[in-house]
């Protein structure tokens, strides 16, 4: 039996997908990544649409993979991190340039509402995630250092007695 959404509609594959890899994340926070056959038996499991359908797979495969070219789906909801294995995908990650302003989550509309909640898991799930990937980066934690070089003189000026007697 289809579970109908608010529109009155059957979840799409690819929400159906999404749902499925972020009941997995949030199950099991301890993990990176799961395997492809993860995702779609956790869709299986779920039952969000019985029976399940042959397009889970190839979502979870191609489709929904940010980077990965678009073959035809362009979808960013997922991120393969290896041979077989998938995450949900997060602001920040990188994605095939086809893929550029591509839908990363469901629309609430678009799940059915015992799932609504995943959705505000995963705002803070990804920005938790892309905070500790910062945190992580030489590069990205050297932002901010060196303001305090003009911190009580405005940039120009600082500059400008920079270059006194150049010439």
């Known amino acids: 039996m289809s579970t109908s959404t608010t529109n009155g509609t059957t979840i799409k594959v690819a929400d159906e997908v999404w749902t499925a890899a972020a009941l997995l994340h949030r199950e099991h926070p301890e993990r990176v990544d799961f395997a492809?056959?993860?995702?779609?038996?956790?869709?299986?499991?779920?039952g969000i649409e019985r029976p399940l359908r042959p397009g889970v797979y190839v979502h979870v495969v191609q489709h929904c993979v940010?980077?990965?070219?678009?073959?035809?789906?362009?979808?960013?909801?997922?991120?393969?991190t290896?041979?077989?294995r998938r995450r949900l995908f997060?602001?920040?990650d990188t994605h095939h340039?086809?893929?550029e302003g591509a839908k990363i989550t469901?629309?609430?509309?678009?799940?059915?509402?015992?799932?609504?909640?995943?959705?505000?898991?995963?705002?803070?799930?990804?920005?938790?995630?892309?905070?500790?990937?910062?945190?992580?980066?030489?590069?990205?934690?050297?932002?901010?250092s060196g303001k305090e070089l003009w911190s009580d003189e405005h940039a120009d000026d600082y500059v400008r007695r920079l270059r006194e007697g150049w010439e």
């Open 97 to 99: 340039p086809a893929r």
């Open 90 to 92: 997060r602001k920040g």
């Open 106 to 144: 469901p629309a609430p509309e678009d799940i059915p509402a015992a799932y609504r909640d995943l959705l505000a898991w995963y705002r803070e799930w990804s920005a938790a995630a892309a905070q500790a990937s910062q945190e992580g980066d030489p590069l990205l934690a050297l932002l901010g």
């Open 36 to 46: 492809v056959e993860e995702i779609v038996e956790r869709a299986q499991q779920e």
């Open 82 to 84: 290896g041979e077989g």
């Open 66 to 80: 940010a980077n990965r070219p678009p073959n035809p789906g362009r979808y960013r909801m997922l991120f393969q």
